[in-house]
C-alpha cells in the first residue's frame, strides 16, 4: 500500500562548481519525482545525506513543475525563510533537513488553501549550514500590478498574504527547534538578487 502525498514533489540537486566556467544552470540537476511517503523513504535511504556532501552543495525539494529558482514563473514574486547555522559542529543537519522535507511534503508548514510554499532547499557552506523555505509571494503588492493582485492571486490582500506568510515562518522556526532568542528572517528574491539597491526590502522576522 502506497501513502499518497498531498503534492508530487521533484528532488533537485546542485551540484559544486568544478570551475569558474561554470554557471548555475549547469549545476542545477533533477534527480527524482515522487509522490508516496513510501517512494519518499526509498529515495532519502539511498542518497548522500547532508552532512556527507561538498561544500557549495545544495538540496532543493519542490513542488513538481516548480525549478528552484528565482527566475521560475511561480518563484519570480516570491521569496524564502531562511536560517544559517553557523556552528555547523554542534548542530544535527541531517535531522534538521529531514524534519523540514517531512514538514514540506506532509503539508505542516502552511494551511489547507494557503499555497504559498514552493518549496524547501539545504545550502552546504564554509562557514554554515542554510535551510530555507520557498514561498509564492512576499506578502506585498506586485509593483506595477493593482493593490488587490498580491502576488499568487487568489484576490488575496497584502495584510493576508502576509499573515500566512508570518505563519510558515513560525512554524517552520518550530520544525528547526529554533530558541525564542534566534531570528528566522524573510527576504524577496528580488531583493536577494539585487542587494544593494534601493528597493524596499520585504523585511520579516519570526
Ligand atoms: P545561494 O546559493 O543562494 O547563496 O547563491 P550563497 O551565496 O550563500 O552561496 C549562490 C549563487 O548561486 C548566486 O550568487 C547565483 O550565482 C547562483 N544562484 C542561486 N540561486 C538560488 C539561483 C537562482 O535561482 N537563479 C540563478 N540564475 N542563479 C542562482
Do not use: C
Not at 83 to 93: C, L, W
Amino acid at each position: 500500500v502506497k501513502h499518497p502525498l498531498m503534492h508530487r514533489w521533484t528532488l533537485w540537486f546542485t551540484k559544486p562548481a568544478s570551475g569558474k566556467g561554470d554557471n548555475w544552470n549547469d549545476l542545477l540537476k533533477e534527480v527524482i519525482t515522487f509522490n508516496s511517503v513510501e517512494e519518499f523513504w526509498g529515495i532519502y535511504n539511498n542518497i548522500a545525506s547532508v552532512s556527507e556532501l561538498a561544500l557549495k552543495s545544495d538540496y532543493h525539494l519542490f513542488k513538481e513543475n516548480v525549478r528552484p529558482e528565482w527566475e521560475d514563473a511561480q518563484n519570480k514574486h516570491g521569496g524564502k525563510w531562511s536560517y544559517s547555522f553557523r556552528e555547523k559542529r554542534n548542530v544535527d543537519i541531517d535531522e534538521l533537513w529531514l524534519h523540514t522535507m517531512l514538514a514540506a511534503i506532509g503539508e505542516t508548514l502552511e494551511g489547507e488553501d494557503d499555497d504559498e510554499v514552493m518549496g524547501v532547499v539545504v545550502n552546504v557552506r564554509k562557514a554554515f549550514f542554510r535551510i530555507g523555505v520557498w514561498t509564492r509571494t512576499i506578502g506585498k503588492s506586485i509593483p506595477g500590478r493593482g493593490d488587490g493582485d498580491t502576488a499568487g492571486g487568489k484576490g488575496r490582500s497584502p495584510e493576508k498574504a502576509r499573515d500566512i506568510l508570518m505563519a510558515i515562518g513560525h512554524r517552520f522556526k518550530d520544525v528547526l527547534k529554533l530558541p525564542a532568542s534566534e531570528q528566522l528572517e524573510f527576504s524577496g528574491h528580488l531583493d536577494a538578487q539585487h542587494s544593494g539597491s534601493t528597493r524596499a526590502k520585504a523585511k520579516m522576522i519570526v
